[in-house]
């Protein structure tokens, strides 16, 4: 006896019970990926965004190593399993793109200083970031304003400022104790040799300033001559004094954003030096509004040949 045939019509049936079956599975396959992709863009958003800008290179190797220690810090702040996202802007300077700026909890600008800012030609627009309530850390020569227009902004901004014929830019090794702040979360007491600025320029009756890093400074920080960045009548006076002078602070602003301005980081091989390290990773979330793990943020301390990555 010969076997049976499928009639026309079974083969229709037969042909569209797979292709629904195919597009159950396809339906189902893109379902998971919506999901997938639903998930990681939901930790993406819950997570602080932090933005580095670094400025053109200043100095020679190994000092003021703008992109190199945004880089160092950023990555830090991406291993540490903490919910926060970094990034170093790709361009040198103020972003051409302003809108990177846009959905940032906090900017980190390590650039030169003074007529070279990144933000003199840029400062309507950063402070309508800083007036959305946005945060900002300034390290080291980016504490260094113009005067007028510029220094009343980073007045507003972070509190504080290096002032030229105020402030002075020696080397030395300051003996920093813990304060009771959350930045100061588990770092211990250290030293680094570093062009340390102090006399710095603060808001009225340091309103809204706490400090952070403070030292008496040793009368052989003042051994040059009186000039823009070495020494003044004001300073030597207030040395002689035995003065505490604050060189790192954190600010609090009326609208609820915060600044933090740090004058270490002249060398670059600093950053080396764990609890240095840890108290800028600390500053930096505390100025995203991010909560700081009493152990502080733990990160690995670079290796030498790390430490010589992506150098200007």
Not at 26 to 43: D, H, K, P, Q, R
Request: include cysteine; charge should be positive; charged fraction near 20%.
């Amino acid at each position: 006896m010969g076997k049976v045939g499928l009639t026309s019509s079974s083969k229709t049936v037969a042909l569209e019970g797979r292709l629904i079956l195919q597009m159950k599975k396809l339906i189902l396959n893109m379902f998971m990926i919506a999901v997938l992709l639903s998930g990681a863009t939901i930790e993406a958003a819950d997570k602080s965004k932090v933005v580095f800008i670094s400025g053109k290179p200043s100095h020679g190797r190994l000092a003021h190593e703008h992109r190199a220690g945004n880089m160092l810090l950023a990555n830090a702040l991406n291993d540490s399993g903490l919910s926060v996202q970094a990034t170093v802007l790709e361009d040198i300077g103020y972003p051409k793109e302003d809108s990177v700026l846009d959905d940032a909890d906090t900017i980190v600008i390590f650039c030169t200083g003074h007529g070279g800012h990144v933000l003199n030609k840029k400062l309507k627009e950063f402070d309508a970031l800083m007036n959305k309530g946005k945060g900002v850390v300034m390290i080291h020569w980016a504490t260094e304003a113009v005067k007028g227009d510029p220094a009343e902004k980073f007045l507003e901004w972070m509190g504080g400022f290096c002032d030229l014929h105020w402030s002075v830019n020696p080397h030395w090794i300051p003996k920093f104790k813990p304060r009771k702040h959350e930045i100061w979360n588990g770092v211990n007491a250290f030293s680094v040799n570093d062009e340390w600025y102090y006399h710095m320029r603060f808001v009225k009756n340091m309103k809204g300033v706490t400090p952070i890093l403070t030292d008496v400074p040793p009368a052989s920080t003042l051994k040059r001559s009186d000039g823009a960045r070495s020494g003044n009548p004001t300073v030597r006076k207030a040395v002689a004094n035995g003065k505490t002078q604050h060189v790192a602070w954190a600010y609090e602003r009326s609208n609820g954003g915060r600044g933090f301005g740090f004058t270490g980081g002249h060398v670059h091989m600093n950053w080396q030096n764990d609890d240095n390290r840890k108290l800028m990773l600390n500053a930096i979330l505390w100025t995203a509004k991010v909560t700081i793990p009493k152990s502080g943020v733990v990160s690995r301390t670079p290796t030498k040949d790390e430490m010589h990555e992506n150098l200007d």
